[in-house]
């Protein structure tokens, strides 16, 4: 079987890094994979040696010449699958299809907010050329439910981490490296996440939290790793709620794990998600976790089991979480624990790629 997996995006984010999961367990499987990127990005780069790689200019989704390259190739190489993994890459599909049919179409969806209702959305996602959609989430296949996708062309497969990359004996250099770094009492709870400052990730909520804790008078300091168009109102919020001795900004880093093993609770404050693959980094770091209950995200924090949950937008309710973690150690342990069990179960590489690979041998025998 030959499959090409089509990732539109520039930069590397959650998708990215399940497709090189995905491309790291299908080695073993009698799958031959391809990958079309676009030139200079980090996929190109992080991906090489996973799979066969095409480099096309890819212009958004409704690119005719991007897709007609594609198609020919699809042609030449006897692609039998198409995996798009990105929103363009999905329109891309639809196109390659319209210049060679036989290939079919498998498309990923990894948000939790319905499409747009233009007839153009209707057209690309209810069209009978895509087999089948994997959501992330089993929020994300209710959405696509509603939206008038037939229940039998949608699969769950729930998204993975790597969790041998914690090693719970070097928490506590790592979190006395950052205390040093910043000047932080090393006593305080150590609050953070690390994820892109953008409206969905609702950093804006954390903040408003943070300020009810100082005025309560927790011991506490909250790190957010990442950049993003929202950086700078961000930091104008935190400076008008006197809030710089008490939130840093970290900026982009590439070390993510040692900085979530430097934490005590993972905060996620999230508007919108379709699972939250840092809630599954979280856990397996170490961290209680206090995030919103949106999106998938109550697939992975089951409230007062694995995690504690809030309302979308109620910083009251998040400090109020946060305030509860950062007075009960015990309580962070036990929600960890429970946690760590459960990704385990769940959130597993091996059926994140075996139930990719199963939804691909169910498409292929149709091609027989």
Known sequence: MRILHIDTEMTWRGGENQLRLLLEGLATSDIENFVALRPGSLAADRLKGLAQQVLVPMRGGFDPIAAWR????????????????????????????????????????????????????????????????????????????????????????????KTNGYDDSRRADARAELARNFG????????????????????????NAAAILKRQGENFHIFIAGDGPLQLSLEQQ??????????TFLGFIKEVPTFLSALDILAVSSHFEGL?????????????????????IPEVIQADRTGLLSADGDADGLALNLTRLIRDPALRQMLNAAGRSHIAEEFSIGSMVGGNLEIYQEIARSLS
């Open 70 to 161: 594609l198609a020919d190739y699809c042609r030449l190489h006897k692609i039998d699958i198409i995996d798009a993994h990105t929103a363009n890459a999905h329109m891309l599909g639809l196109l390659i299809r319209r210049f060679y049919a036989r290939p079919r179409l498998v498309v990923h969806r990894r948000v939790d907010y319905a499409p747009h209702g233009g007839w153009l959305n209707q057209r690309k996602y209810l069209s009978p050329k895509v087999d089948r959609y994997v959501a992330i989430s089993h929020a994300i296949a209710g959405v696509l439910t509603t939206y008038g996708v037939p229940s039998a062309r949608i699969s769950v497969v729930r998204s993975a981490i």
């Open 238 to 247: 935190r400076q008008a709620l006197g809030l710089e001795h008490h939130v």
């Open 184 to 207: 932080i009492d090393p006593a305080a709870a150590f609050i953070g996440n690390a994820s892109a400052l953008t409206h969905q990730k609702g950093y804006e909520v954390l903040i």
């Open 276 to 296: 939250g693959t840092i809630l599954l980094d979280g856990l397996a770091a170490g961290l209680a976790v206090a995030a919103t209950a949106v999106g998938g």
